[in-house]
């Protein structure tokens, strides 16, 4: 398949209409690649975010257990 750059100027429903008569697995590879640009910055901020060197894996472990507990506590009350 050739490639390259173009400029076409087209409407949301062009578009769509370009990608019915694609066979369902160009339309996942088209899916999967959207996806990909548009929740990889996204994904990249929040773990920027969120990065520290100040929580350790059995800290972590241990909240998730204490969740665990509370939720399965609630449960077992209804």
Do not use: C, W
């Not at 990608?19 to 548009?38: G, N, T």
Request: avoid cysteine; proline fraction near 3%.
């Amino acid at each position: 398949m050739k490639t390259g750059t173009y400029n076409i100027d087209l409407e949301f429903d062009q578009i769509l209409d370009l990608l019915k008569q694609l066979p369902k697995k160009r339309k996942f590879a088209f899916q999967k690649s959207l996806r990909e640009r548009l929740l990889a910055p996204s994904l990249l901020h929040l773990l920027k975010a969120f990065k520290t060197d100040d929580l350790e894996q059995h800290t972590i472990n241990k909240e998730v257990e204490i969740v665990r507990t509370e939720v399965y506590a609630k449960s077992k009350a209804k």
